[in-house]
């Protein structure tokens, strides 16, 4: 049996509709990014998956409640659909706990791939592991707040148990949205020191900044839920009173995932500006598959035809790396014309003036270029048509 849809229980359908929509379609988005544009589904991307799901689970419960009497007065509602109501409302509240713990896990593990500071990988485990044990100790609290469990939704119809003060779930729940929200603007202002350092132009820095920081949205759905917390110990009328609870933590999910998403979507844009003939974009092989086919996660520059600089992800961030820079000279790289002549910074000077093959330092690169280029303007033919650089491990 279920009850006309009345009170404020529209306004929970539609905002869990809504949410379910937005979190669909970015997750999709982010599962084409990460698996078939960049060719990396790593970790986080799993786990966001796993926090999607459950997210389904949960709006799915929220929207049978509501059939139920979720967002109604409990004078309006038939007295056997108040304990179906209460049972799909406590179905919502595990759910929810285990969806933000694999989302911010997500995020913690994202931040970790493009992090090489010591400190702030610290910054993140510290952050991301009191949030989990947290997240599962107020899981364990709530869903043993009854005993047994069902009691919960039967001390309404006669059923035999016992239940904790309300006064200590309250609480609880305070504490879990004080350390969700510190989590939240920790992880979300992070990516500002993360990227300050990199050899970007300020407005790259900025608009990477930003999208790591996504994330950061969600807490405001946390902050503005706070209030009507103390609702949850209303007992005589419980599934009208929790209504703005219910609605926030919606929010609060719904735009945590598809933030989290659209931080990982700037391959795709990127990709589809530089394809855009309208816009004056390239269909060169450099255009059409601009990020490296090892992409894992952590940013690394690398630049387009039309001087564009992109950002792929790789996962070996945070390995320590040598330069070596190799010129190409009296050759038309263009067209692969004439008699080339190649040399590597990376050769050290040995006695009589010949080059002898020796690894270098990554501080040694630009002094080599110099050395180089002062020594041997003779013999580097016509001039500098092109330089590549690559990377490779200094062990």
């Keep these: 049996m ?18 379910l929509a937005l979190s ?30 459950l997210f389904v689970f949960f709006s799915t419960f929220v929207i049978t409640g509501v059939h139920h009497g979720t967002g109604q007065h409990s004078v309006d509602l038939p007295p056997a659909e108040i304990p179906v109501g209460l049972k799909w409302w406590w179905a919502c509240e595990p759910i929810y706990v285990l969806c933000n713990m694999a989302l911010k896990f ?33 899981f364990l609290l709530f869903v043993m707040q009854c005993v047994p469990s069902s009691y919960f939704w039967t001390r309404y119809t006669g059923g035999t148990g016992t239940c904790i003060n309300p006064v200590i779930t309250v609480n609880a729940t305070y504490a879990y949205s004080a350390v969700s929200c510190a989590a939240d603007w920790t992880l979300g202002l992070l990516p500002i020191s993360l990227v300050w350092n990199l050899q970007m132009n300020p407005r790259t820095k900025l608009s990477v900044a930003a999208i790591l920081a996504l994330g950061a949205i969600a807490s405001t759905a946390t902050i503005v839920r706070i209030p009507y ?46 394809r855009s003939k309208l816009l004056g974009g390239s269909s060169s092989q450099n255009a059409s598959n601009p990020w490296p086919a090892s992409g894992h996660p952590g940013y690394i520059r690398s630049r387009s035809k039309g001087g564009l600089e992109e950002f792929g992800l790789r996962s070996d961030i945070g390995k320590n790396r040598g330069v070596t820079t190799v010129v190409e000279a009296g050759v038309d790289v263009e067209r ?60």
């Design 106 to 138: 997500s995020i913690g593990i994202m931040l970790l791939r493009i992090s090489v500071s010591k400190t702030h990988k610290i910054i993140i485990w510290i952050t991301v592991s009191v949030l989990e044990i947290y997240g599962l100790a107020y």
């Design 2 to 19: 279920t009850v006309p849809v009345a009170g404020r229980g529209p306004q929970v359908e539609g905002v869990a509709g809504f949410f």
């Design 336 to 395: 692969g014309d004439g008699k080339g002549v190649m040399r590597s910074i990376s050769e050290r000077r040995g006695s009589g003036g010949h080059l002898t093959s020796a690894p270098t330092a990554w501080n040694d690169s630009e002094s080599r270029l110099t050395e180089a280029s002062s020594e041997d303007s003779e013999s580097w033919g016509a001039g500098i048509r092109k330089t590549t650089v690559s990377t490779q491990n200094v062990r």
């Design 229 to 274: 917390v103390k609702d949850l110990s209303n007992q005589e009328d419980f599934l009208y009173a929790t209504t703005d609870v219910a609605l926030w933590s919606i929010a609060e999910t719904g735009i945590g995932i598809a933030a989290s998403s659209f931080a990982t979507l700037r391959p795709v844009f990127r990709t589809f500006l530089s």
């Design 24 to 53: 669909t379609i970015t997750i999709l988005l982010r599962c084409y990014c990460r698996a078939l544009v960049v060719k990396s589904f790593g970790v986080d991307d799993w786990s966001a998956l796993v926090a999607w799901i």
